[in-house]
């Protein structure tokens, strides 16, 4: 397989105990992500990607179970489409992670900025730190294929906005004393799927609405704390001990009234 | 054709330009001046957001020799455009000194002329009018006159320095690794209608305010409308314009604070507004109403700069990225927080900044101010 | 005098579904239909049918059916059908020919040959169903600029700020004078604007004492003839609107003829019973320019300065200069009506040739005003002929803060537009003041009726500026870079401010 690779790519990659590491300083995207392919077609088991500086797209349509460890700051539309791999951002992402993603897991010890996870449609996403505007935009599920979305500090605007499926759970960790989610227009547009928010959120969009937090919701709740605490390691119980709100949509149809026939 | 005459004014006849780009601004809040590395560093690593049509620098503290002169950038797109605008300058201004800006072969595409004047205005003009809008006039006269020629910077102690090509390339033309700034706010361009020209590069410019802008106003037809009943002529064929000019007419002609202006940019929602208490309500009533035809409306997120200041501000649901972050002395803003690790791998404090919220630094305030403009209700 | 006069319309019963139930007898105001006991049929006169479509819609078995008789003339470009009788009318009568509503003929139309525009790609569109879209205008005079004090974190307002009217949407409903329309009707329009968050503006006729309790949402009106013009009224009202013209019938005044002033008319307009109210032509205490300042500040001292003053005007030739005139006289709202514009009764001769389509004054006063540096000084209402949402969405990219509705509101009472308001005998209880025809308007049922059509247009209005990638009007209001024209000459595009399709 190394013979595939040209002698620039060759002299940026280096092979311990399994774990294949890249030295992707100033390395266009392109050839980052081609280089990935090549190693996840031979069926590499753990990559590590050092010095990364804003390269897009990594991790995109990736198929095996790969498990990628990013260093550095990943760019735009980091695991798009991924289908498999699990990655770790030893930091914070940016902008339309796991966009459309498919399966596989991403765990970021940082924060994430607006647009995570459009479209998604399974897998689950582990965020540390606080999130930016239309996260969890038109998620989907089908029958037991769902996605997780799980942010550990507060969201912008546009939270779960058209949202026709999954599960998006805001944990609010990152709030100090006294403070409130600030977020607006939560779940506007949204028609299936459910919304969990530790804490109060206040601005709703219309089709929406808040209910209790029943047995059922708990477990769910719990098993993706639980997994969320297992990577940050945060305290299980402390998490819990505050009160979830549940956030739902009306209906499946919610313009009924709009149009005259 | 002379070999100066390019085909730069579009031949779309485009009102305005569209621009998906990269911005970047970098400033030491200690009002200490540095070089051109972290700047064109940080806006080539966001590269992709550009397709090489555009980029430009605006930078502040660099002529600390003339600094109590106007520094004319002026690009030429023919010979006798010069002619007649050196006319004009000879009558509005002493011309303390000028020259041809120095250049160096980089990949840009068809430069024009680009001079330089240190400048200072005649003491016989009408006493009425201050320094300040006898420069804009000569500006806005010079700008419509020839059709081929453009002050593309009218600032004292600071200049823009923008074209064609991708913000690297322009920077590595215009010799920028000799300038000392202590401010720096940068521009990659990805135009959509037109093939690009220099004067509709950003970052946009009236005295020393300057503005870099990633989005598209779709108000600008208003925009534009409004700001010409105030003397702005809009001639650079780019939506951006109309912020530089909006920003002058509003901060240093009506004298208002950035938390003010911001609420006429980006304003909140009426839905918010009534629900304040009356005193802060009946304010942002007022300015939605006096200034609606200034509300930016489409996505857009802009560093403003002025000598002391940098502000960053989003459109008012946050359809454009923006990241603010300090390190030190340091405040960084940028559309992507991977150029500020490259430049900074360590930082202080990290954020994105609301919709509509601007992040304000001034020199001399080592706090950051970072100001919401909305008050929370209790 | 024999009149060579074919009926315009041919009444078609079907016999067998006809079951004799006399609702069309009852119905019609003209004496269309009657009951032969005898023969046990009901006959028609063919003559007196105005196509007002009221006994087509009540009957129970639709039985009746309105033909328009095919005419008996040869078919001919100058001299059409309705121009020949036209002429016989008045060789028989020798009288000015009168009609009602708005100009029919389509070459003066605009709206047809603008487009309007979306955005992709550059820039995204939004979806009103989802994300807010703001339309709350304010109209009145505005500042050029605003003092305020600022300090730490506490913020006051030192400007002082003229009186402003709040819309929710910015379409209202346009003056219809009391005698003109019945009691019902202005009942209906006062209950609609106020739940829709508009106004509606009481025509020259004064404000009937019963429709006080919606003075709130009302715009009073001051005309030539002043009628039901007193301290109350002005101070009972949220505006007060000069009329100087309409775009129906400009530069001539108005008549309601005595058959139509009944007691409540007379009590309302102070007049007595059963004369003709007549209004001028000109205001007769303003031939010039600074004799309307001194109207409106009038109105201004008798209101203490705590109303917006509107002056109304017909679109002419000279518009924009006389729209500067206003503007400096001291007027906070200006409204232009078009020569689309509807009425009660106007010469027919001048409500088809007087006047200019309202699209181009509103693109000429817009200009004008921003080239003086004045247009922050008043805001601009446009009437005359708004048929639908697209229509207001262009007025407004075109200058206008806001519109004025007439027929469209009338005909969502139920007005078939048949032109024959003149004759105060409307069957749908809509151009009349005949007490016992009034009654066919139910003013709740018909503010459900205007409250619909508001929120059909408000919510179209909104998907069209979510498709533009605006979600404030105020960014659209004068943006002309959102239209283009098509099937236009160079200097039609000019005047609008617009550039060609394609383009």
Same mark, same amino acid.
């Given at each position: 397989m190394l013979a595939e690779l040209d002698s620039r790519l060759l002299s940026r990659?280096?092979?311990?105990?399994?774990?294949?590491?890249?030295?992707?300083?100033?390395?266009?995207?392109?050839?980052?992500?081609?280089?990935?392919?090549?190693? $996840?077609? &031979? +069926?590499?088991?753990?990559?590590? !990607?050092?010095?990364?500086?804003?390269?897009?797209? #990594?991790?995109?349509?990736?198929?095996?179970?790969?498990?990628? $460890?990013? &260093? +550095?700051?990943?760019?735009?539309? !980091?695991?798009?489409?991924?289908?498999?791999?699990? #990655?770790?951002?030893?930091?914070?992402?940016?902008?339309?992670?796991?966009?459309?993603m498919n399966e596989g897991k991403i765990v970021v010890h940082g924060r994430a900025g607006d647009i995570t996870g459009y479209g998604m449609r399974g897998g689950k996403v582990f965020i540390r730190d606080d999130i930016g505007a239309r996260a969890g935009i038109h998620m989907k599920e089908y029958m037991d294929k769902k996605p997780y979305l799980v942010v550990g500090g507060t969201a912008m605007d546009f939270l779960g906005e058209y949202m026709a499926g999954g599960v998006l759970i805001v944990l609010g960790l990152?709030?100090?004393?006294?403070?409130?989610?600030?977020?607006?227009?939560?779940?506007?547009?949204?028609?299936?799927?459910?919304?969990?928010?530790?804490?109060?959120?206040?601005?709703?969009?219309?089709?929406?609405?808040?209910?209790?937090?029943?047995k059922g919701d708990l477990l769910i709740i719990e098993g993706l704390v639980r997994e969320f605490c297992s990577y940050f390691k945060a305290d299980f119980d402390e998490v819990l001990s505050k009160n979830f709100m549940k956030i739902v949509p009306y209906s499946h149809r919610p313009y009924g009234r709009v149009y005259a026939y | 054709m002379n070999e100066l005459d390019h085909k730069i004014i579009s031949p779309f006849n485009q009102d305005k330009d569209f621009a998906g780009c990269s911005i970047f601004g970098v400033m030491s809040l200690g009002g200490k001046r540095f070089n051109s590395e972290a700047p064109v560093k940080a806006i080539s690593n966001m590269h992709d957001r550009s397709n090489g049509l555009g980029g430009g620098f605006a930078v502040y503290g660099i002529y600390p020799d003339f600094k109590d002169y106007?520094?004319?950038?002026?690009?030429?797109?023919?010979?006798?455009?010069?002619?007649?605008?050196?006319?004009?300058?000879?009558?509005?201004?002493?011309?303390?000194?000028?020259?041809?800006?120095?250049?160096?072969?980089?990949?840009?595409?068809?430069?024009?002329?680009?001079?330089?004047?240190?400048?200072?205005?005649?003491?016989?003009?009408?006493?009425?009018?201050?320094?300040?809008?006898?420069?804009?006039?000569?500006?806005?006269?010079?700008?419509?006159?020839?059709?081929?020629?453009?002050?593309?910077?009218?600032?004292?102690?600071?200049?823009?320095?923008?074209?064609?090509?991708?913000?690297?390339?322009?920077?590595?033309?215009?010799?920028?690794?000799?300038?000392?700034?202590?401010?720096?706010?940068?521009?990659?361009?990805?135009?959509?209608?037109?093939?690009?020209w220099w004067g509709g590069a950003h970052p946009f410019n009236i005295l020393d305010w300057t503005v870099v802008h990633n989005g598209e106003l779709s108000s600008y037809g208003i925009n534009r409308r409004y700001l010409e009943m105030y003397g702005y002529k809009c001639t650079l064929q780019t939506d951006t314009e109309v912020l530089a000019y909006a920003v002058d007419l509003l901060m240093r002609r009506q004298r208002l604070p950035i938390e003010v202006v911001s609420q006429i940019l980006a304003a909140s929602f009426w839905s918010e507004i009534d629900g304040f208490e009356p005193k802060r309500r009946d304010v942002l009533r007022a300015l939605r109403q006096t200034y609606g035809s200034l509300l930016m409306n489409g996505p857009f997120s802009i560093i403003v700069a002025h000598h002391g200041e940098m502000i960053g501000l989003t459109d008012r649901i946050k359809l454009r990225p923006l990241i603010a972050a300090t390190r030190g002395e340091m405040l960084y803003l940028s559309s992507e927080e991977a150029a500020i690790r490259l430049v900074s791998p360590k930082l202080d404090k990290l954020w994105a900044p609301r919709g509509g919220e601007p992040v304000i630094g001034r020199v001399g305030e080592k706090k950051l101010a970072e100001i919401a403009a909305k008050v929370e209700a209790p | 005098m024999k009149s060579y006069l074919p009926s315009e319309f041919i009444v078609e019963r079907d016999e067998e579904k006809c079951i004799r139930c006399k609702v069309c007898v009852n119905q019609c105001t003209y004496e269309t239909h009657s009951y032969d006991a005898q023969d046990d049929v009901i006959r028609s006169k063919d003559e007196n049918c105005v196509n007002c479509q009221r006994c087509v819609t009540m009957c129970p078995t639709h039985a009746l059916s309105i033909k328009k008789n095919p005419g008996p003339f040869r078919d001919n470009a100058n001299w059409s059908s309705e121009i020949i009788k036209d002429i016989k009318k008045q060789a028989e009568t020798g009288?000015?020919?009168?009609?009602?509503?708005?100009?029919?003929k389509p070459h003066l139309t605009y709206w047809e040959r603008l487009l309007l525009n979306a955005s992709q790609v550059t820039n995204p569109s939004i979806d009103p169903l989802r994300e807010p879209m703001?339309?709350?205008?304010?109209?009145?005079?505005?500042?050029?600029?605003?003092?305020?004090?600022?300090?730490?974190?506490?913020?006051?307002?030192?400007t002082k700020l003229a009186p402003q009217l709040t819309l929710e949407t910015p379409i209202m409903f346009s003056a219809m004078s009391y005698g003109a329309i019945s009691l019902n009707v202005h009942e209906s329009l006062a209950r609609a604007a106020t739940r829709s968050g508009t106004y509606f503006n009481t025509g020259e006729g004064g404000l009937d004492s019963r429709l006080y309790k919606y003075g709130e949402n009302a715009i009073v009106q001051v005309a030539s003839g002043r009628f039901g013009v007193h301290s109350n009224y002005l101070n009972a009202g949220a505006a007060i609107e000069i009329k100087i013209g309409q775009g129906a019938k400009p530069g001539i005044g108005g008549h309601l003829p005595g058959e139509k002033v009944t007691e409540d008319i007379a009590r309302t307009r102070m007049i007595p019973v059963g004369t003709d109210a007549l209004s001028?032509?000109?205001?007769?205490?303003?031939?010039?320019?600074?004799?309307?300042?001194?109207?409106?500040?009038?109105?201004?001292?008798?209101?203490?300065?705590?109303?917006?003053?509107?002056?109304?005007?017909?679109?002419?030739?000279?518009?924009?200069?006389?729209?500067?005139?206003?503007?400096?006289?001291?007027?906070?709202?200006?409204?232009?009506?078009?020569?689309?514009?509807?009425?009660?009764?106007?010469?027919?001769?001048?409500?088809?040739?007087?006047?200019?389509?309202?699209?181009?004054?509103?693109?000429?006063?817009?200009?004008?005003?921003?080239?003086?540096?004045?247009?922050?000084?008043?805001?601009?209402?446009?009437?005359?002929?708004?048929?639908?949402?697209?229509?207001?969405?262009?007025?407004?990219?075109?200058?206008?803060?806001?519109?004025?509705i007439a027929t469209a509101a009338l005909i969502a009472l139920g007005c078939t537009v048949c032109q024959r308001c003149y004759t105060g005998k409307c069957p749908w209880g809509i151009a009349t003041s005949d007490p016992w025809i009034s009654k066919r308007i139910n003013p709740e049922i018909g503010a459900e009726r205007l409250v619909n059509l508001l929120r059909g247009w408000s919510m179209e209005i909104k998907e069209i500026m979510g498709g533009m990638g605006i979600n404030a009007i105020e960014s659209l209001r004068g943006n002309r870079l959102h239209l283009r024209g098509v099937n236009m000459t160079d200097t039609e595009l000019k005047i609008l401010g617009v550039k060609m399709a394609g383009e």
């Open positions: 990659l280096t092979l311990t105990d399994k774990v294949w590491r890249v030295n992707a300083e100033d390395l266009h995207y392109r050839e980052l992500n081609s280089l990935l392919r090549t190693l $996840d077609s &031979y +069926g590499a088991e753990k990559v590590e !990607l050092h010095g990364v500086y804003g390269q897009r797209y #990594i991790g995109t349509n990736l198929k095996t179970n790969m498990s990628i $460890d990013i &260093y +550095g700051t990943p760019g735009n539309d !980091l695991a798009a489409l991924m289908n498999g791999p699990h #990655i770790t951002v030893h930091g914070n992402a940016q902008d339309c992670i796991a966009n459309t990152t709030l100090k004393n006294g403070e409130q989610h600030k977020s607006r227009f939560v779940g506007t547009g949204m028609h299936a799927g459910v919304i969990y928010v530790r804490g109060n959120v206040t601005h709703l969009g219309k089709e929406v609405k808040i209910t209790e937090v029943d | 106007y520094a004319l950038h002026i690009m030429y797109l023919s010979k006798d455009a010069k002619e007649k605008t050196d006319r004009v300058l000879a009558s509005c201004f002493n011309i303390i000194y000028d020259e041809e800006m120095q250049t160096k072969v980089a990949n840009v595409v068809d430069p024009p002329l680009m001079w330089r004047y240190f400048v200072e205005p005649k003491k016989r003009r009408p006493k009425n009018l201050s320094e300040d809008e006898w420069v804009i006039q000569a500006v806005m006269r010079i700008n419509t006159e020839t059709g081929k020629a453009f002050v593309f910077s009218s600032g004292k102690d600071m200049g823009v320095f923008k074209g064609v090509g991708y913000p690297e390339d322009i920077a590595e033309y215009f010799c920028l690794e000799d300038y000392y700034g202590y401010l720096w706010s940068c521009h990659g361009r990805f135009p959509t209608n037109t093939p690009g | 009288g000015v020919l009168l009609t009602g509503m708005g100009a029919d703001e339309l709350r205008t304010y109209l009145g005079a505005k500042a050029d600029a605003l003092e305020i004090e600022f300090e730490d974190g506490d913020i006051e307002l030192k001028p032509a000109p205001q007769h205490d303003i031939y010039s320019i600074e004799d309307l300042r001194q109207l409106i500040y009038a109105l201004k001292e008798a209101t203490n300065y705590t109303k917006p003053v509107s002056v109304k005007i017909a679109a002419v030739h000279n518009v924009a200069a006389i729209a500067s005139g206003i503007v400096r006289a001291g007027a906070d709202i200006i409204a232009l009506d078009g020569v689309r514009g509807s009425t009660g009764a106007a010469p027919k001769v001048i409500r088809d040739n007087v006047g200019i389509p309202i699209e181009l004054a509103i693109a000429s006063v817009d200009q004008r005003l921003r080239d003086e540096g004045i247009r922050n000084k008043a805001s601009i209402v446009a009437a005359g002929g708004f048929r639908s949402s697209g229509d207001i969405v262009k007025a407004i990219a075109l200058g206008a803060d806001a519109v004025y």
